[in-house]
């Protein structure tokens, strides 16, 4: 796997609910055989969701879309109420007025769903806005802790592809009180470098 192509999967992976697998290769001579291959793992999504900053994203997030969330949950309960009195009623109305019912239902209904998508959408794009950069300067903190301990890779751990991996090797809290206490651009200036010299 290239630096290119790592660098790709990192910023296709942003926000709460988004997973890819990242591998550091440390640069440096070729080992010889049966020397020591070191290796560490770090839980990206925890390291977004605990990072100060990736806290402060999340409560942006949820502090613009909570009237959003509140609004569709009470025009969810509405469509709710509306089904449960169409089917206590359905037997004994007229055909007409069960079909004016049931042409209301559907209508909502779509409405309904037109206005989740919307939110749904709204929600991934602003959750993507406020996390990407935050996603790159963890990159760039990973790498570096890569080279500066002399890791030979760093595995993502929440990438689905990880079957097991002992907790002495996991430094995604280390990354965390980096990322908490460092000048995030620092790290993305020297990303920015790597690209740069391919």
């Not at 569709?72 to 055909?95: C, F, G, P, S, T």
């Not at 037109?114 to 794009?125: A, G, P, V």
């Not at 890791?151 to 991996?165: D, F, K, Q």
């Amino acid at each position: 796997m290239d630096q290119r192509r790592m660098r790709g999967q990192a910023k296709a992976w942003t926000g709460i609910g988004f997973l890819v697998a990242v591998m550091i290769v440390a640069p440096g001579p070729p080992r010889v055989a049966g020397a020591e291959l070191k290796i560490a793992v770090v839980d990206m999504q925890r390291a977004l969701n605990d990072c100060d900053a990736g806290k402060k994203a999340k409560d942006q997030v949820k502090a613009k879309f909570e009237h959003s969330q509140e609004a569709l949950r009470h025009q969810r309960e509405d469509l709710d109420r509306m089904k449960e009195d169409y089917d206590k009623k359905a037997l004994v109305l007229r055909e007409e007025e069960r079909h004016n019912l049931e042409k209301d239902l559907e209508n909502r209904s779509l409405e309904f769903k037109r206005k989740y998508e919307d939110f749904q959408r709204d929600l991934k794009r602003t959750d993507a806005e406020l996390t990407s950069s935050i996603v790159e300067e963890l990159y760039g903190i990973v790498r570096d802790y890569g080279q500066q301990h002399g890791y030979s890779l760093v595995l993502e751990a929440s990438s689905g592809t990880l079957l097991y991996n002992d907790k002495a090797v996991d430094v995604t809290d280390e990354i965390v009180k980096i990322h908490n206490t460092s000048p995030h651009k620092d790290h993305a200036a020297k990303r920015g470098g790597d690209k740069d010299k391919e």
